[in-house]
């Protein structure tokens, strides 16, 4: 029961902030992360990298 009261406290306490994080994202918070990607180029040899992993 307090979990839920803190729960609905901590929502109406940041409403602005979580209405302005929905409109910025588009459709929900759970997709964020779809969206998100980052590909680096590996200094490493793949040799060295097998090495580590033994």
């Known amino acids: 029961m307090r ?3 803190a729960m609905r406290r901590f929502i109406v306490q940041n409403a602005g902030v979580l209405m302005r994080i929905a ?3 588009g459709a929900s918070l759970k997709d964020m992360g779809a969206g998100l990607c980052a590909i ?3 200094q490493a040899s793949p040799e060295t990298i ?3 992993l033994k």
């Open 40 to 42: 680096t180029e590996m």
């Open 23 to 25: 409109n910025l994202m």
């Open 50 to 52: 097998v090495g580590m």
């Open 3 to 5: 979990a839920f009261v």
